[in-house]
């Protein structure tokens, strides 16, 4: 046995648990139960689960959610979701198509990805998951005749090339299974490998589309975490639909 006084809670008493260890775990204990405790309290004032639900969400507060009107209220707000959508992509075509992006405050545009025309792209799946049949048969037709192989832009940045321009390529592929769209993704993720041409072998803030080499962004030699690991999904599902082992290996 080792003795203990006092003034050192650290000691093992009688070879068992230290006793400022013992201490914490009554204090454990002593919470779980005094939780425990107010959980059987609340829930036996109620007669059943649907008056404890109305307690943490009133039915009265926000009708429709709970009860026969669910299914109406839902699809009242997946219509007014697809009609915002429709209202912002229908300016975006008037003032800014073909160019990248609308700049809503000086009624115009920019392009700060590529010259490609990324909000047509990028949205290329949500048209198909909304059933606006029109607007994507537009943005589909813009993907035929854009020439990826070539861009104005000093240079091609690697994350949002991916995450939007073919990650929006090869989601609207999987939902279409048109060539068009994997043809075009294999293009833009064949052009973005040189980015793992660096002395890491993680990809580069950009690619240099002329001389096919890796470009740093504003801060050289650096890259931000999200930015290098974010391509995992987008080119193992781009290896898995050609056979590429390089998309895969890289």
């Excluded at 490609?116 to 049949?133: C, E, N, P, Q, R």
């Excluded at 950009?206 to 999904?233: F, Y």
């Amino acid at each position: 046995m080792l003795a203990s006084d006092s003034h050192d809670t650290g000691k093992i008493i009688n070879g068992g648990i230290p006793l400022r260890s013992r201490r914490r775990i009554k204090l454990a204990f002593t919470i779980v139960a005094l939780v425990s405790l107010s959980s059987l309290y609340f829930l036996g004032q109620s007669s059943n689960f649907s008056s404890v639900r109305s307690k943490i969400w009133p039915t009265d507060i926000i009708p429709g959610v709970f009860g026969p009107a669910r299914n109406a209220t839902w699809d009242a707000r997946a219509l007014e979701v697809k009609h915002a959508f429709q209202r912002g992509y229908r300016q975006y075509e008037k003032i800014a198509f073909p160019n990248d992006e609308l700049r809503p405050m000086f009624n115009g545009s920019i392009n700060n990805f590529n010259f490609w025309g990324v909000t047509a792209i990028d949205s290329i799946d949500t048209m198909i998951l909304m059933g606006l049949d029109d607007e994507y048969q537009r943005a589909k037709d813009h993907v035929s005749y854009t020439d990826f192989s070539y861009t104005k832009a000093d240079g091609v940045p690697f994350f949002e090339t991916v995450i939007r321009y073919l990650g929006g390529l090869l989601s609207a592929y999987h939902l279409t299974q048109d060539q068009i769209f994997l043809s075009a993704a294999d293009q833009v993720g064949k052009g973005l490998l040189p980015a793992f041409d660096t002395q890491s072998r993680l990809p580069s803030f950009a690619v240099d589309w002329v001389r096919h080499t890796p470009k740093d962004g504003w801060l050289p030699g650096q890259i931000n975490l999200a930015e290098m690991a974010s391509c995992q999904l987008e080119y193992k599902y781009l290896a898995h639909l050609t056979h590429r082992s390089d998309y895969f290996t890289k």
